[in-house]
């Protein structure tokens, strides 16, 4: 079975680190580019952080950028979002997902059509 979970949302206050992951079953991750896309309340899902399929390439929204750290942990399977230095603008559902077709980096975080796999969601707040 074909599947995507995120796993280590959480509450944590201004300032704070969390730890996101994304554990692929059924598939290698490896061949996939993988993203991590948030959702606030009434707000439209953005792309906040994606990685090539090599891993050669990353990209950062620039609200994130310098705090969120994407990377593999190939031997698990899983693709890591290290989020420090939170805040709470950063409060959403942070969604993973996957895509075997090949994205120009331009569009690595933005053309949500071309990934296949997505996780259920993983609840981020950001609160004192």
């Known amino acids: 079975q074909v599947q995507l979970v995120e796993s280590g949302g959480g509450l944590v206050q201004p300032g704070g680190s969390l730890r996101l992951s994304c554990a692929a079953s059924?598939?290698?991750?490896?061949?996939?580019?993988v993203g991590w896309f948030r959702q606030a309340p009434g707000k439209e899902r953005e792309g906040v952080s994606c990685?090539?399929?090599?891993?050669?390439?990353?990209y950062y929204r620039d609200s994130v950028r310098g705090r969120f750290t994407i990377s593999r942990d190939t031997a698990g399977n899983t693709v890591v979002l290290q989020m420090n230095s939170l805040k709470p603008e950063d409060t959403a559902v942070y969604h993973c997902?996957?895509?075997?077709?090949?994205?120009?980096?331009?569009?690595?975080?933005?053309?949500?059509?071309?990934?296949?796999?997505w996780g259920q969601g993983a609840q981020v707040t950001v609160s004192s």
């Open positions: 990685i090539s399929r090599s891993g050669g390439s990353t």
């Open positions: 997902a996957a895509a075997s077709r090949p994205i120009g980096y331009q569009d690595l975080c933005t053309l949500e059509s071309r990934y296949d796999y």
């Open positions: 059924g598939f290698t991750l490896d061949s996939y580019n």
